[in-house]
């Protein structure tokens, strides 16, 4: 099976523009995952819509691959680079999108979710991370860190930036001890067939309605295969977040 990992990077940010060329550890942000995601995967590309980061992943050594300025999300960036690498003759069976965002990505994490195609009916995988039973309320409540509720299957039943399920009858700053809630890993990989199908699909109500992209996969009927992980990644959204995670490096170097 033949995997080509994708890592979508755009220059404009409403909250921390150029992002992908901010240092970190006196690297760029997008240096970083590609050297960690390159570790695992042998087909690894940047895809982005500007010449600008375009250029610097060339002068690391890196692969990219240009695309439109037009994507509402990564995903139909992700296809389009796939429809553009297998133009030149490339063959692809599974196509994994990693967030430009996340340069703490860990190679387990990358494995884990080419594990889940080893079942020849996984559709779409995706990874979670339990939230710890002395986590801080507020972390469970905050709505950038979408949940997840799994199946007996290992499937994902929904996404939400509430807090799912409701603990009826339990006092909510107890919730964490009386259940295990996911929190969902924005780690995405996709059957090359089945990238093609949800780029064509309509946006869907419940997507509009929590603005996150993969309930429109779930409302049109495709499983969502879900791998647990414990380890703790730090996304990038805001030069508040590069501080946090300059910490995060100096403290585990």
């Not at 490339?90 to 967030?99: A, E, G, L, T």
């Amino acid at each position: 099976m033949k995997f080509l990992a994708l890592i979508p990077a755009r220059y404009a940010s409403t909250r921390f523009p150029a992002k992908p060329l901010a240092r970190l550890g006196g690297k760029y942000i997008i240096q970083r995952v590609y050297e960690g995601v390159s570790k695992v995967f042998s087909d690894a590309y940047v895809a982005t819509d500007d010449k600008r980061i375009y250029d610097v992943v060339l002068s690391f050594g890196g692969n990219a691959v240009m695309t439109s300025t037009e994507h509402k999300s990564g995903t139909d960036r992700c296809f389009e680079a796939l429809q553009k690498l297998e133009a030149k003759g490339n063959k692809y069976d599974v196509v994994v999108n990693i967030q430009g965002d996340e340069p703490f990505i860990a190679a387990s994490q990358l494995e884990s979710i080419k594990d889940c195609f080893d079942n020849s009916l996984t559709q779409i995988a995706t990874l979670v991370k339990p939230f710890a039973s002395d986590a801080p309320l507020s972390e469970l409540l905050n709505p950038n860190s979408p949940k997840v509720v799994l199946s007996n299957e290992g499937n994902a039943l929904y996404f939400s930036r509430s807090v799912i399920p409701y603990l009826r009858n339990v006092p909510q700053e107890e919730w964490l001890q009386h259940h295990t809630f996911y929190k969902h890993i924005g780690l995405y990989a996709y059957r090359a067939d089945i990238l093609a199908t949800i780029t064509s699909l309509p946006q869907g109500n419940l997507e509009q309605c929590e603005s996150l992209e993969q309930l429109r996969w779930l409302e049109a009927g495709l499983a969502i295969k879900v791998k647990e992980t414990n380890i703790e990644t730090i996304g990038i959204d805001t030069p508040e977040d590069l501080q946090l995670a300059e910490d995060f490096l100096s403290n585990n170097q």
